[in-house]
C-alpha cells in the first residue's frame, strides 16, 4: 500500500513505447533477477527492476517522470545483464532513463560542469589539452611513439593523461610496445576524450560528436588500430568509432605479443596476486583471459576470488561515478579490497585506471596492507623494462 | 542628497562588521568613480545607525544608511525591494556588490527588476578609453578571460569575487552620510529566524595563501597539522579519504569533487596523488609532498618531495618554525 505521502503515477502508454524504440525494455517481465545481483541493492540504494518498471509511468499530477531512485548511482557494471533470463540490456535502459532525465532537466548537480569541461577542455578533469602529453615524460626513442607511417595509435585516454598513477600504466605500456617492436602512434595533445563519460550519462549527442572528431582524426592519419590503456575508451571507441578501425584493449594486444614471442619474459618474477575483472572488459566485452595469461607469463602466481570473471563486484567508478561523491557506507571497492585480501595475495591487479583510483583510495588498501597494481606494470617488470 | 548616477558600493553587514569584501569593493571603487567622473556612494542597510558612521571611513563621497531594527539580518525579499528603491531613486551608473552568498542573491534580482545587466563575479575591474566599465570574468576554468560592458542600461551591476582587491586601511570619517528609515514589516519577510545557530567551521580555503593538506597517510592526527597550518599562517585542507574517515571536516576537502583552490603554498601530507585530488591544487604556486612511499604519485605533481614518516617530519617542522 503506498504510503499517504506517495505520488499517484500513471502508466503512459506512449512513453513506454518510446522506451521500447530503444531499448529492449518491453522484453522484462520483472522478474527481480537484476535487482538480487546488482552490487548496489543491498542497503537499498538501487532497485533495478523497479528503475525499468518506472520508465513507463509518469508521475500524474506533474505529467513529468516519476522519480527514479539509484539512477545517477549505477555503475553500469552490467551485473544485470548477465543473470537477466530475458536477454534484456539494462544498461543501455539506464543509460536511456539517464537521457530522458537531461531532456526534463532532472539531473543530480555536479554533472554540468562535468559536460562544460569535456567541451571545453576535452577531458572530464578540466585539465588544459597543453598538458595531454605529459605522461610522456622520461619515454624517448620508440616508447615515445613513432611520429610517421605507423597505423598503429596508442590511445591513452584522459584518465591515464593527467592521473599520475594512471601516467606509470600508460608509460609501461608505452615501453612494452616498443619493446615488442610495434611501431605506433600517439595523438598528443590533439586526443580527445572518448566521450565514455558523457555516454554513461545518457548525453549521447556529446559522445556521438567526440566520437566523430576521432574518428576522422584517425582516418586522416591512416589509423586501422587503436589501443587503448583504459577499458573504458575501450567500449567507447568499440561503439563510436568506425568498423574498419580495429580497437583493441593493450592486455589484448600484449597478449598477442607474448604468445607469439615479441615479448620475453627475463625480468623480475611477479608473486600471488589476485586478479580483478574490470566491468568494462570483462562483463562489457567478454575479455577475461588476456590479463590472466598475462600475469602468469609475468610469473605470477595467479589466486581467483571468490567473485570473478563473469561475477567479479564492481570497483564503483564506472557510469559517471568517478566525479560523483558516494555515500562512504557500503561503498563497493571497500568490499572488493575486503575480497582480494581473502586470498592472501599481497596485491591486487587489475587492468584499468577507474579500478586503480577507487581500489587505492578503498580502506585497507595500499603499501604494506595490499598493493594495487597494473596489469601492465607487471608485465613490464617481469619483461625487464622500467614501468 | 544623492543627485543621479553615481559608482554606488553596498556594503554588506557579517554580524558586527562589514564584510572585508564589500570593503575590498570600496577601496578599488574610488578609482573606478574617479575614472568615470562620478561620486562614490556607500549604500548599506543597518539595524542601528551606529554602523553606519564605521564605513564613513573608506573614501566615499556619501554613505547612505537605511536603517530599520529589522534589518539585522538578510532577507531576499525584503532587501530587493529596499534596494530596488533606492535605486531607482538614486539612479546610479555602476552599482558593486561583493559575490558573496547574499551578494549574489541580491545582484541577480535586482538586475531583473530594474532590467539591466549583471556581470557577476568579476576578478579585476577597469574602465576602457570610451568610459566604459569592464568587469573581468575568468570563464571555464580559468581558461579564458571575458572582459565584459554593460553598454546601454544602468546601473551596470557588477559582483566582486572576495579577495581579489587589497582591504583599504580605514581613514578618517569624510564622507557625508545620510540616513533612511524605510518603513519595513516583519510580514513581508519570507522567513521567521527561530534560532541562530554559527556553523563552526567557515573557513575559505580558496582565500588561504598556505595549504597544508593531510591525507590517509596521517592516520587522522589532524592535531598535528593544524599547529604546522598555525605556525605557517595557513589552513588546513583534507583528501576525501580523510574527510570520509570523519577525521575533519567535509568543508576542507580538495578536489575535483571539494574545493578547488589556489594557494602559493601546498604541503600535502600522506595523500597518494589521484588526479582527483591533484586538480585541487593544480594551480598552487609550490607543492611540497610528504609521503612514506617513495613511488606515491604524488611525487610527480610536487615540486619537492619528502619521503618518510609524516610524524617525526611535521614535529621537526613545527619546532624549527617556533624558533624562527
Known amino acids: 500500500m503506498p504510503g499517504p505521502e506517495a505520488k499517484p503515477l500513471r502508466w503512459d502508454d506512449g512513453q513506454w513505447e518510446e522506451l521500447g524504440r530503444s531499448t529492449d525494455a518491453p522484453l522484462c517481465y520483472q522478474c527481480g533477477s537484476c535487482t538480487a545481483t546488482c552490487p548496489l541493492a543491498e542497503g537499498g540504494k538501487l532497485n533495478v527492476r523497479k528503475l525499468v518498471r518506472l520508465g513507463g509511468f509518469v508521475d500524474g499530477p506533474k505529467g513529468s517522470g516519476p522519480e527514479l531512485p539509484g539512477l545517477w548511482s549505477c555503475t553500469t557494471c552490467a551485473q544485470c545483464n548477465v543473470g537477466c533470463p530475458r536477454g534484456v540490456d539494462v544498461v543501455e535502459v539506464i543509460r536511456y532513463l539517464r537521457a530522458r532525465g537531461w531532456r526534463r532537466n532532472d539531473v543530480p548537480p555536479g554533472l554540468r560542469p562535468l559536460l562544460w569541461a569535456e567541451f571545453q577542455d576535452g577531458n572530464p578533469y578540466r585539465m588544459p589539452p597543453s598538458q595531454r602529453s605529459a605522461w610522456t615524460r622520461g619515454l624517448s626513442g620508440a616508447a615515445a611513439g613513432s611520429t610517421d607511417g605507423a597505423t598503429t595509435v596508442l590511445y591513452v585516454g584522459c584518465t591515464a593523461s593527467y592521473d599520475p598513477r594512471a601516467q606509470r600504466t600508460a608509460r609501461a605500456v608505452a615501453r612494452l610496445l616498443a619493446a615488442a617492436g610495434v611501431p605506433f602512434r600517439l595523438l598528443g595533445n590533439d586526443e580527445l576524450c572518448c566521450g565514455e563519460t558523457p555516454r554513461a550519462l545518457g548525453v549521447d549527442g556529446m559522445f556521438r560528436e567526440l566520437s566523430a572528431r576521432t574518428t576522422e582524426q584517425l582516418r586522416q592519419l591512416g589509423t586501422t588500430r587503436v589501443v587503448t590503456i583504459s577499458p573504458h575508451c575501450f567500449d567507447a571507441l568499440h561503439a563510436g568509432l568506425s568498423r574498419d578501425v580495429e580497437v583493441l584493449h593493450y592486455s589484448q594486444l600484449l597478449d598477442e605479443l607474448l604468445s607469439s614471442g615479441k615479448l620475453k619474459v627475463g625480468g623480475e618474477r611477479a608473486g600471488a596476486v589476485t586478479y580483478h575483472d574490470p566491468c568494462y572488459l570483462g562483463r562489457h566485452h567478454g575479455v577475461y583471459e588476456p590479463p590472466r595469461r598475462l600475469l602468469e607469463s609475468a610469473g605470477a602466481k595467479l589466486v581467483e576470488m571468490p567473485r570473478s570473471r563473469r561475477w567479479a563486484l564492481c570497483c564503483g567508478g564506472g557510469g559517471g561515478n568517478m566525479w560523483r561523491e558516494s555515500e562512504t557506507e557500503g561503498r563497493l571497492a571497500d568490499a572488493r579490497v575486503v575480497e582480494a585480501k581473502g586470498t592472501g595475495a599481497p596485491a591486487l591487479a587489475t587492468a584499468c585506471p577507474f579500478c586503480v583510483t577507487c581500489f587505492q583510495g578503498a580502506e585497507g588498501a595500499g603499501r604494506g596492507r595490499l598493493e594495487i597494481v597494473d596489469v601492465a606494470e607487471v608485465v613490464a617488470r617481469a619483461v625487464g623494462v622500467p614501468g | ?324
Open chain 2, 1 to 324: 542628497m544623492t543627485g543621479p548616477g553615481g559608482v554606488w558600493v553596498y556594503a554588506e553587514r557579517r554580524g558586527t562588521a562589514f564584510r572585508p569584501v564589500s570593503l575590498e569593493i570600496l577601496g578599488r571603487a574610488r578609482g573606478v568613480a574617479d575614472a568615470l567622473g562620478e561620486r562614490l556612494v556607500a549604500l548599506t542597510a543597518v539595524p542601528a545607525e551606529g554602523a553606519v558612521q564605521d564605513l564613513a571611513r573608506f573614501g566615499a563621497d556619501e554613505v547612505v544608511g537605511l536603517v530599520h531594527p529589522l534589518l539585522d539580518r538578510y532577507d531576499t525579499r525584503v532587501y530587493t525591494d529596499l534596494l530596488e528603491r533606492e535605486v531607482r531613486s538614486g539612479a546610479p551608473s555602476v552599482l558593486f556588490l561583493g559575490a558573496s552568498r547574499d551578494g549574489q542573491d541580491l545582484a541577480g534580482r535586482l538586475a531583473v527588476r530594474l532590467r539591466t545587466g549583471l556581470t557577476a563575479h568579476v576578478t579585476s575591474v577597469e574602465v576602457d578609453p570610451g568610459h566604459r566599465l569592464v568587469g573581468w570574468v575568468p570563464g571555464f576554468g580559468g581558461g579564458i578571460e571575458a572582459g565584459i560592458v554593460c553598454p546601454d542600461r544602468r546601473p551596470a551591476i557588477v559582483t566582486v569575487r572576495p579577495g581579489v582587491f587589497p582591504l583599504p586601511v580605514a581613514g578618517a570619517a569624510r564622507s557625508y552620510v545620510r540616513l533612511v528609515r524605510p518603513t519595513v514589516e516583519a510580514g513581508s519577510f519570507g522567513s521567521r529566524r527561530v534560532e541562530f545557530e554559527p556553523k563552526g567551521d567557515t573557513t575559505d580555503l580558496t582565500r588561504s595563501d598556505v595549504l597544508v593538506i593531510g591525507g590517509r597517510g596521517t592516520d587522522g592526527e589532524f592535531g598535528r597539522l593544524q599547529q604546522l597550518a598555525h605556525r605557517l599562517g595557513g589552513e588546513v585542507g583534507a583528501t576525501r579519504v580523510a574527510t570520509d574517515a570523519g577525521w575533519i571536516d567535509r568543508d576542507r576537502m580538495i578536489g575535483q569533487t571539494g574545493v578547488v583552490t589556489h594557494p602559493k603554498v601546498a604541503v600535502v601530507l600522506g595523500a597518494s596523488g589521484a588526479v582527483q585530488f591533484t586538480v585541487g591544487i593544480e594551480k598552487a604556486g609550490f607543492v611540497i609532498a610528504v609521503n612514506r612511499d617513495p613511488d606515491a604519485p604524488i611525487f610527480d605533481a610536487a615540486d619537492l618531495g619528502i619521503v618518510g614518516d609524516l610524524a617525526p617530519i611535521v614535529d621537526r617542522l613545527v619546532k624549527a618554525l617556533e624558533g624562527a
